[in-house]
């Protein structure tokens, strides 16, 4: 068993085709059996030895399901943090930024409240704009809308959808913050902060790989 290995037994990522179900995991000396949403199954953990883990693939080919690969990730000295990961959940940070960008904006409409001439200044972005001003009220209601709808959503979709889904909604929030740019010192603190956690959940629905399935 896993439990009773060296700490220096090495630690393999084994991918077939096809799904298994948790109950062959004695059948593959207790290793992890992950299911991926893209059909295959990834077997994970410490095999003490190449004896082993030439054992396990007979295992593999015994039940007739094709290999995909395996990999030498490390000792059973990894295997905490790879349990690390497989628990982080990527859907439930992208909400949490999604959360803080809304709540920013939303502070950045309230600060420019008390700006002096601020109805002026709407008029003079409705003119350059070429829109008029409830046609740019309607432009912010909208973006406003999105960012509340990835709160949601990052939690609800599917990985591969989830992930473009962020990645485009926060560039296309970002091009948004910094168009309708004003000079006002607080604007351009908050603005950096939201265009930092968009570019966060950028990086993260980027390189999000599903293990937490």
Same mark, same amino acid.
């Given at each position: 068993?896993?439990?009773?290995?060296?700490?220096?037994?090495?630690?393999?990522?084994?991918?077939?085709?096809?799904?298994l179900?948790?109950q062959?995991?004695?059948?593959?000396?207790?290793?992890?059996i992950?299911l991926?949403?893209?059909?295959?199954t990834?077997?994970?953990?410490?095999? /003490?030895?190449?004896?082993?883990?030439?054992?396990?693939?007979?295992?593999?080919?015994d039940?007739?399901?094709?290999?995909?690969?395996?990999?030498?990730?490390?000792?059973?000295?990894?295997?905490?943090?790879?349990?690390?990961?497989?628990?982080?959940?990527?859907?439930?940070l992208l /909400?949490?930024?999604?959360?803080?960008?809304m709540?920013?904006?939303l502070?950045a409409?309230?600060?420019?409240?008390?700006?002096?001439?601020?109805?002026?200044?709407?008029?003079?972005? /409705?003119?350059?704009?070429?829109?008029?001003?409830p046609?740019?009220?309607?432009?912010?209601?909208?973006?406003?809308?999105i960012?509340?709808?990835?709160?949601?959503?990052?939690?609800?979709?599917k990985?591969?959808?989830?992930?473009?889904?962020?990645?485009?909604?926060?560039?296309?929030?970002?091009?948004?913050?910094?168009g309708?740019?004003a000079?006002?010192?607080?604007?351009?603190?908050?603005?950096v902060?939201?265009?930092?956690?968009?570019?966060?959940?950028?990086?993260?629905?980027?390189?999000?790989?599903?293990?937490?399935?």
């Amino acid at each position: 068993m896993m439990d009773k290995l060296p700490p220096t037994a090495p630690f393999y990522e084994i991918r077939i085709k096809g799904h298994l179900d948790a109950q062959w995991a004695t059948w593959f000396d207790g290793l992890n059996i992950t299911l991926e949403e893209d059909g295959t199954t990834l077997l994970s953990g410490p095999v /003490s030895d190449q004896a082993a883990l030439h054992g396990l693939l007979k295992k593999v080919r015994d039940l007739g399901m094709s290999l995909i690969s395996v990999n030498h990730v490390g000792s059973k000295q990894g295997e905490t943090q790879m349990n690390s990961i497989k628990k982080f959940d990527t859907k439930a940070l992208l /909400s949490a930024l999604w959360i803080v960008v809304m709540i920013n904006m939303l502070k950045a409409d309230i600060l420019s409240l008390n700006i002096p001439g601020a109805a002026e200044e709407v008029a003079r972005t /409705s003119a350059s704009a070429g829109a008029s001003i409830p046609q740019l009220m309607l432009v912010g209601a909208v973006m406003g809308q999105i960012g509340i709808a990835m709160i949601v959503l990052s939690r609800v979709l599917k990985y591969g959808i989830n992930r473009w889904v962020n990645i485009v909604a926060s560039l296309v929030t970002i091009a948004y913050i910094w168009g309708g740019m004003a000079t006002y010192p607080h604007y351009i603190f908050i603005a950096v902060v939201e265009t930092l956690c968009l570019l966060l959940i950028v990086w993260f629905a980027w390189l999000w790989r599903n293990v937490e399935a």
